[in-house]
């Protein structure tokens, strides 16, 4: 009677735990999920390989896609209060976003009003952040300050706030493949410092080439 009892209570628990366990899963980002393939993004925001910016491609493959949610018809206001969304793919991965929410939705919101809405899906957060936060960069000109973050092992969830503009947002991303790319893209920089001479000599050739030939063909057509 009591193992009845116990297993009735263990049964009772998890399946209120349950929902809790769903809204925690910190790998998912509305219809967008860490780790998918950029085909799968492409299709999911109907935009085409001529959408991506290809920000490095040897020897390692780095590329963007900025997404603006598309507004209902008839609706003259923005009918999403997420302005843009940024994936970031590491070989064809996707281990980044970057959310900006439209300034209009979010007009009058605290900090602490985000973090309770944020909260009421995602559960509650595991750490905020004061005012005197370090700056997270996320590919942007603007630098930006934790206000809240939600994370495990594996995922890291952050509200934003920009430092000028006051806007809030979001930045999302594996925290094993954010780690990858950070090192790979060290990888990058160095390649790239130690091919920058060779590339200046080439863009330097390519000039003198280019005003050679134009000389030549002035040389022909000019008439004093």
Known sequence: ??????????????????????????????????????????????????????????????????????????????????????????NGELYKLAVTYDQSSTEGLTAEDMVKSISAKYGPPTSVVSEAASKLSVGYDTQQSTVASWEDSLYSFNLVRTTFTDRFGLVIYSKKLNAD??????????????????REAERQKKQIDALELTRQQNQKSFRP
């Open 181 to 198: 790319a950070q090192l790979a893209l060290v990888e990058v920089a160095k390649k790239e410092k130690q091919d920058a001479p060779a």
């Open 1 to 90: 009677m009591k193992f009845i009892r116990f297993l009735a209570l263990t049964v009772t628990a998890v399946l209120f735990a349950a929902p809790m366990l769903r809204a925690q899963d910190f790998s998912k980002y509305r219809d967008f999920s860490l780790g998918t393939n950029l085909a799968t993004v492409l299709k999911r925001t109907d935009k085409k390989l001529t959408d991506i910016n290809t920000t490095h491609a040897a020897p390692t493959l780095f590329q963007e896609l900025t997404w603006w949610p598309p507004s209902l018809p008839g609706l003259s206001s923005r009918s999403d209060s997420v302005e843009q969304v940024l994936f970031y793919f590491f």
